[in-house]
């Protein structure tokens, strides 16, 4: 890229107000002034980098793909090695971390104290820095959305079978014709590098050993390429230590899939999917249809505005409006407000694989996607980010089985949101979901323990199997007493508990039957009862 001006250190510099602010990245000087009052992370951030190279701070959260967002006559120029040399180096803003004190706990416990996904929760309230903390807890206006997704799971009971010789259960479940080694899969979640400097790669690397899928976000700290590429190296290493153990191949191997945001710049959309299908590592494509603006995360808005306030006379002055207080909440470049029914068909025909569409949250809209051809459709509602007070994804499944009772033949069914029990999983699969997606525990185990706390939270250590049979080593696990060394793990222990509580033997016995969700069904949305 040719420089557009020559740019000096010291004019660099002079620019770090409201009224004009550059920051520096990778060498390359952007005037981001008209993007402070669009920038979804508010305008304290950047203005806290302007001025100075904002390279490391920049890394710490965004990959340069993000970059695209900002209007093309943002980019200045590029300065060369004098004017880097000159620039101050920007400093980690001082973020107050977590009160360990308040959560009443006084370090990071050990990892073996964390036995319930909620164990992972507590202990990132006390140590994350407060800023990412309230970007990953936080949902839409004062949380109504969130506490329906959570309290939804308990509102469906089992319905346990006795005498069903549960010594050995099988949790081996399929995506798009793929294995993985249970029917959950971690959800995708932008930046993940603000729980962890291992941010992606660390997460992809724990499914590669666990043999469970994923689902990568658009927005990830670490370049795409970069993901895919620890991905496979991670599940090449996997394999050779198989081999070398003399294991055999009946372990999942794990997959990842690309969950797309579909920009308003339709060319920046489709690079992206062409970039997602040349790494060659996934198996399908996740549409997020729930985003055409953004929810109103209110715990994020007052934040940033209390950043604003605390900055700069400046900033202070603007602060009603700064950030998410104005224009991020309708943020043209990153979303689209515009997508129909029909970008669906290029959007089918640039990726030419499986296509899930995730967030849909009634019956008829899942069952339009089948009819439209669609693979897969994810019932959810983000994590109650979104849409205050929108549907839990398991009424919405029992308003699927209700009204449309074929349509988890016609394509795989999936749902998400508030799920903190691996044994929950299987009311989802009892009631007709393919898998369910698993966020915020896996941000907070990285956050935490990072790529470990990963692991932890997926499933039991392996690796000091000895050498014997891998299928055996799956059965030996599964049936472990208490004293085994091998229990320990998070997900997959509850699942698989789950399961032999249930009498489950393997998920085909996952049927309706084997749970109360009257409860549920009472909630579902009744067309008769709705037409005053
Ligand atoms: C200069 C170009 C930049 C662009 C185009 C940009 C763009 C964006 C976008 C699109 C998001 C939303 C991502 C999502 O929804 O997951 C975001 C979030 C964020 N950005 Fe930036 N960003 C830039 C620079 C920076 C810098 C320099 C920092 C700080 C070092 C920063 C800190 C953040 C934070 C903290 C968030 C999260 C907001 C939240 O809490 O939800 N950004 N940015
Ligand atoms: C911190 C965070 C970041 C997220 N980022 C994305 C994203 O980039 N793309 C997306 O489609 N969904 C995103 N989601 C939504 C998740 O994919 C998923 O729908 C939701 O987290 C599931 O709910 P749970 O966190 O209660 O398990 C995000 C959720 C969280 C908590």
């Known amino acids: 890229m040719q420089p557009k001006k020559e740019l000096s250190a010291q004019e660099i510099a002079s620019h770090r107000s409201t009224s004009s602010c550059w920051i520096v990245v990778d060498d390359k000087v952007y005037d981001v002034t008209s993007y402070l009052t669009e920038h979804p992370g508010g305008a304290a951030v950047l203005l806290k980098q302007a001025g100075t190279d904002a390279t490391a701070e920049f890394r710490k959260i965004h990959s340069t793909d993000i970059l695209s967002y900002l209007p093309k006559e ?22 107050p971390t977590g009160n360990l004190e308040t959560e009443g706990i006084k370090e990071l416990p050990h990892i073996s104290s964390i036995v319930v996904p909620n164990d992972f929760e507590a202990a990132a309230k006390a140590v994350m820095p407060v800023k990412s903390w309230t970007f990953v807890s936080s949902s839409a206006h004062d949380g109504s959305a969130l506490r329906s997704n959570l309290a939804s799971w308990h509102a469906v009971r089992f319905r346990p ?26 959800s995708p979640m932008g930046q ?104 109103k995360r209110s715990a994020d808005r007052k934040l940033q505005a209390a950043e604003a306030l605390a900055a ?56 339009r996607a089948a009819d439209l051809g669609v693979d897969g459709v994810l019932l959810s509602n983000h994590g109650g980010r979104q849409m205050h007070d929108a549907a839990d994804a398991l009424t919405t499944l029992l308003e699927i089985r209700t009204y449309y009772p074929g349509l988890v033949d ?12 691996g044994a929950d999983v299987l009311k989802a699969v009892s009631l007709g979901a393919k898998a369910v997606g698993i966020g915020r525990p896996f941000f907070y185990a990285l956050a935490t323990y990072g790529e470990k706390g990963v692991e932890r939270c997926l499933d039991s250590e392996f690796s000091s199997i000895p050498p014997f049979s891998f299928a055996f080593a799956l059965t030996y696990v599964r049936i472990a007493s208490d004293s085994s060394p091998f229990l320990g793990d998070v997900f997959s222990d509850e699942l698989v508990t789950g399961m032999r509580l249930a009498g489950m033997k393997n998920l085909d016995e996952a049927r309706p039957e084997g749970v109360n969700a009257s409860r549920l069904l009472n909630e579902i949305w009744r067309p008769e009862k709705s037409s005053l």
């Open 74 to 95: 943002a980019f200045l120029g590029a300065i060369d090695a004098a004017a880097r040399a000159g620039l101050p180096i920007s400093s980690a803003p001082a973020e």
């Open 161 to 186: 079978r006795i005498f069903q010789d549960i010594r050995t259960v099988d949790p081996r479940s399929s995506i798009f014709g793929t294995a993985s080694a249970f029917p959950f899969y971690v």
């Open 192 to 295: 993940l590098g603000r729980g962890h400097p291992v941010a992606e790669i660390g997460v992809v690397r724990a499914l590669a050993r666990r043999g469970v899928h994923g689902v990568l976000s658009t927005e990830t700290t670490v370049k795409m390429e970069e993901i895919a590429a620890a991905f496979i190296a991670e599940k090449k290493k996997v394999a050779e230590e198989r081999k070398d153990a003399s294991t055999d191949e009946n372990r999942p191997e794990a997959q990842l899939h690309f969950q797309l945001y579909v920009p308003a710049d339709r060319a920046i959309a489709v690079q992206r999917i062409r970039r997602a299908r040349a790494t060659g590592v996934f198996r399908s494509i996740w549409v997020t249809v729930d985003t055409a603006v953004l929810g």
């Open 410 to 421: 016609r394509l795989e069914v999936f749902v998400d949101g508030g799920c903190r029990d």
């Open 312 to 367: 700069s006379p400046d900033l202070a002055a603007h602060a009603e409006s700064a950030g998410f207080g104005l224009l991020a909440h309708a943020s043209n470049s990153q979303l689209n407000a515009s997508l129909t029914w029909e970008d669906l068909k290029w959007i089918k025909r640039e990726w030419g694989g499986p296509v899930v569409l995730k967030g849909v949250q009634t019956a008829e809209d899942a069952a």
